[in-house]
């Protein structure tokens, strides 16, 4: 983090009180800044405490150059933030707060309360210790042509012309977060490129029979292998009314939604037995009784759940192969016809926003100078284990860097503005 600014405090206005937010407010701070944080909800932090709900991964454990992979063509305008602020200092950070971390079987790493209530408590203390004024049921509503930030709230317009400014509001999925994408307008009228805003994380759509949803609809389907294309990844399937959601698929939403986008659909393929190679599953068949049904040959030699077996009667418009080996060949490869994505609304995080190419290294607008974008808000994508909320800590210390060296630099401080609320 950065010295204590010397001589009259420049003043910063933090837009959007989320995890990227609220972090560039506290690296300010700690630095001497005065910084204002405007959140349009009534408290800060929403998404972040409904992150919580899922356990809160919070980064993950692997090796750097894996990790850095997983944010695809993004990785190297991410890179330098991610190596200044690593999964090692988000951990040192979380346990500074009272919340010392663990690395679960699978990498990811979680607060050992598996939430985020105690952790947004202790780290809203903290900020309001070091003097950030945090304000609520305000929304930031654009620039007026002299460059001065508009803020709405119930009292009323306000107008503020901070040293720096740092945006920090979010995707646009689970809007009742607050979170609803609104600044795209906002962004787009003063020039700057915003990528179409795209559910990432999401579920899919499947047509599935009335008889399956009625049956399954709510039920997981667990530890099966995916595929789609070249890209593949083991995990769990929920079963909803609309088609499927969970981790499984959730790491596939870039090769899905581009099928999707190119075609209008995409195919899914699952291996319900990932532990089994496909001679095993054959000869498992093969040991059936000579009166057994279908189903009690998938039940009881291969172990599946009736909702697997069920998405295999799907697959196949109920008709089961009578032949042992085509059966097992199926077990290992179902094709579940995918037709959509579900709503952005619902989908765990956002793929486009302000282009990568409109920021520089400090992720500061190259036509707004002054002005710093941080998080889901800009286009990166990234699958779930923890990549997102790292993205979101790495570019908010990196942009409240870059607001230090501006400032740093600039030398007059101290905002204009009529009253910030
Ligand atoms: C169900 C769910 C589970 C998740 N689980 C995980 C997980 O386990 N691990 C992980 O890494 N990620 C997870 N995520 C994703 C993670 O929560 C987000 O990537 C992260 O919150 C993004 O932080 P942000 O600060 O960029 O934006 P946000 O958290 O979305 O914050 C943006 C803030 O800006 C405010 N705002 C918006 N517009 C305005 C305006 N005009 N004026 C003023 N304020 C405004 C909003 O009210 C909000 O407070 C999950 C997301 C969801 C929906």
Known sequence: MSDHVEGPRPVVVVLGGGPGGLMAAEVLATAGVAVTVV???PSVGRKFLLAGRGGLNLTHSEPFDAFLARYGTAAP????ALQNFTSDDLRAWCAGLGEPTFVGSSGRVFPESFRANRLLEAWVARLTDLGVDLRTGQRWTGWHDDGTLELRSADGVVTVRPDATVLALGGASWPSTGSDGS????VGAAGVEVTPLRPANSGVDVDWT?????RFAGEPIKNV???CGEERTRGELMVTEHGLEGGAVYALSRPLHDDIDRSGGAVLRVDLCPDLEPDAVRQRIARRRAKDSRSTVLRRQLGLAPAAVGLLRDATANQLPADDDALGALVKDVPVRVTGSAPLDRAIS???GISLDEVDEHFMLRRR???FVVGEMLDWEAPTGGYLLQATFSTAVAAAQGVLDLLGGSAAHGAQHDELG
């Open 39 to 41: 959140g349009a909800m």
């Open 77 to 80: 305008h991410l890179r330098t």
């Open 183 to 186: 600044w795209r307008q906002l």
């Open 210 to 214: 009335p008889v399956f949803v009625d």
């Open 225 to 227: 292998a995916v595929r």
């Open 350 to 352: 956002t793929a486009g």
């Open 369 to 371: 100078p002054g002005t």
